[in-house]
């Protein structure tokens, strides 16, 4: 079955960095993408960006660019986001998710990124 | 400000039928036949409910139905029950290659 493992919870202080992961099993990791959602606290879904475990390729929201970057580690069937000059708007739940055709289809269970000073 | 727009909440009834709403542009549900909505119970992730508009995943109950018409699609929940109490998002692929999500509904039944 398809599972979507992500990393703990972290607690960072604006302006540092965060690098959240997320395990893929029971499919084919590269032939699919992974897309990245994130949830503050009371609020809706917001999506953050996509990557194609297949080239590499990234497709980030324009609200994120340059402080976002997506990776994928074919040999592990891991990606990854990290997060850079977090502020507290930043305080979220991230989920990663598997991209099937062009819907999300598999969630991670969510990892908490408290920013706090 | 979410992509898309969907009303805030509904309700209903045990037994009784509800309609969400999600309206987009012709750069996402519009245009492309690619609207999924998902089921999202407090402190759980995202649950894909219906894809490509009307589809149904394996395992989800033929009680919920997906339809779209123009710049507007719809989610509909047959014959409610308690356990579907929860937000539903939207979700569309965009002209963009991007995803966009509605703002949620809280679906609370009575």
């Known amino acids: 079955q398809v599972q979507l493992v992500q990393s703990g919870a972290e607690v960072k202080k604006p302006g540092a960095s965060v690098k959240v992961s997320c395990k893929a099993s029971?499919?084919?990791?590269?032939?699919?993408?992974i897309s990245w959602v994130r949830q503050a606290p009371g609020q809706g879904l917001e999506w953050m960006g996509w990557?194609?475990?297949?080239?590499?390729?990234?497709n980030y929201a324009q609200k994120l660019q340059g402080r976002v970057t997506m990776t994928t580690d074919t040999s592990t069937s891991t990606a990854y986001m990290e997060l850079r000059s977090l502020r507290s708007d930043d305080t979220a739940v991230y989920y990663c998710?598997?991209?099937?055709?062009?819907?999300?289809?598999?969630w991670g269970q969510g990892t908490l990124v408290t920013v706090s000073s | 400000q979410s992509a898309l727009t969907q009303p805030a909440s509904v309700s209903g009834s045990p037994g009784q039928s509800i309609t969400i709403s999600c309206t987009g542009t012709s750069s996402d549900v519009g245009g492309y036949n690619y609207v999924s909505w998902y089921q999202q119970h407090p402190g759980k992730a995202p649950k894909l409910m219906i894809y490509d508009v009307s589809n149904r995943p394996s395992g989800v109950s033929n009680r919920f139905s997906g339809s779209k018409s123009g710049n507007t699609a719809s989610l509909t929940i047959s014959g409610l029950q308690a356990e579907d109490e929860a937000d539903y998002y939207c979700s569309s692929y965009t002209s963009s290659s991007t995803w966009g999500f509605g703002g949620g509904t809280k679906l609370t039944v009575l």
């Open positions: 029971g499919y084919t990791f590269t032939s699919y993408g």
């Open positions: 998710a598997r991209i099937g055709g062009a819907s999300i289809d598999y």
């Open positions: 990557i194609s475990a297949y080239n590499g390729n990234t």
